[in-house]
Nanobody
């Protein structure tokens, strides 16, 4: 599967952004999808994950209550709605896909099968 992330940009603290991840090449429904991010000088970290059917969602503690992950399987697209953004959310955001069974979410980088190219999110204070 090929993944194309978009929607990043520059926003002031407290603002919002909506990231999208468009998938192509394989049946989207077979993949659990995730968002990870990597700030300069830091390791890539988990942000949010959603199961194949969208019923199970997981979030990093740092984004709970502010970010919402969703997916539209008929459009082969995943989203990350980011509200109340903070300067510490600044990073390159990557979407990821993993072939797995229903009801499973992927929160570890080591379990990811496919990565998108990343989209930059910059939050100014």
């Amino acid at each position: 599967v090929q993944l194309q992330a978009s929607g990043g940009g520059l926003v002031q603290a407290g603002g919002s952004l909506r990231l999208s991840c468009a998938a192509s090449g394989s049946p989207f429904i077979t993949y659990a999808m995730s968002w990870f991010r990597q700030a300069p000088g830091k390791e890539r970290e988990f942000v949010a994950a959603i199961s194949q059917g969208g019923k199970v969602r997981d979030y990093a503690d740092s984004v709970k209550g502010r970010f919402t992950i969703s997916r539209e399987n008929v459009k082969n697209t995943m989203f990350l709605q980011m509200n109340r953004l903070k300067p510490e959310d600044t990073a390159i955001y990557y979407c990821a896909a993993t072939e797995t069974i229903s009801g499973v979410t992927i929160t570890a980088t080591t379990r990811v099968d496919y990565w998108g190219q990343g989209t930059q999110v910059t939050v100014s204070s």
